[in-house]
């Protein structure tokens, strides 16, 4: 069951050449075609705020620390008019993830866990807390075959790879 908006991408542009042909096709036969899922950079949705912006600490909230709990998940929340959704962030990119507690930029005391998108503080914080990162889009294949275009013995194309998002 899906109850929220689920992405999906043709990543087929660009593979042209012998090389990128392989690639691919070692990439998707690894992957076992749709059953494991892995990292997509989605260029549209990749931060916690605007595409071309530089992700802050203050971007999303990331709960209020009480001074007990010490795990607090990522999410990105969009909003459009009287509504909003907030979306669970599974898949920070290492090493982008900024905090904040009440406004002020944290620089240690926390780990970030690029594989679950969980943010753990060596002690209970207490105010609001926020965080600015990067992220990427679990996806798996969407098909059981790659339809190979071989142009010519020197060059080829994949016109269609279908990714699809995964819950996780």
Request: a negative charge; charged letters at 20%; aromatic letters at 10%.
């Amino acid at each position: 069951m899906w109850a929220n908006s689920r992405r999906r991408f043709d990543a087929g542009y660009g593979v042209k050449s012998l090389g990128d042909l392989h690639g691919v096709i070692a990439f998707f036969e690894a992957r076992l075609g749709r059953l494991h899922p892995f990292r997509f950079k989605d260029w549209s949705d990749c931060k916690s705020c605007a595409p071309d912006a530089t992700p802050m600490p203050a971007d999303q909230a990331l709960g209020t620390g009480d001074g007990h709990v010490t795990v607090f998940q990522l999410t990105k929340t969009y909003t459009s008019g009287p509504s909003s959704w907030t979306r669970t962030i599974a898949k920070p990119v290492a090493g982008t993830v900024r905090v904040a507690v009440d406004g002020s930029e944290l620089h240690g005391g926390f780990t970030v866990d690029s594989a679950t998108g969980r943010v753990t503080f060596a002690s209970a914080p207490t105010g609001a807390l926020t965080a600015g990162f990067e992220f990427d889009t679990p996806v798996r294949f969407d098909t059981d075959h790659l339809a190979i275009n071989l142009a010519s013995f020197t060059a080829g194309e994949i016109p269609n790879i279908p990714l699809v998002e995964v819950l996780l």
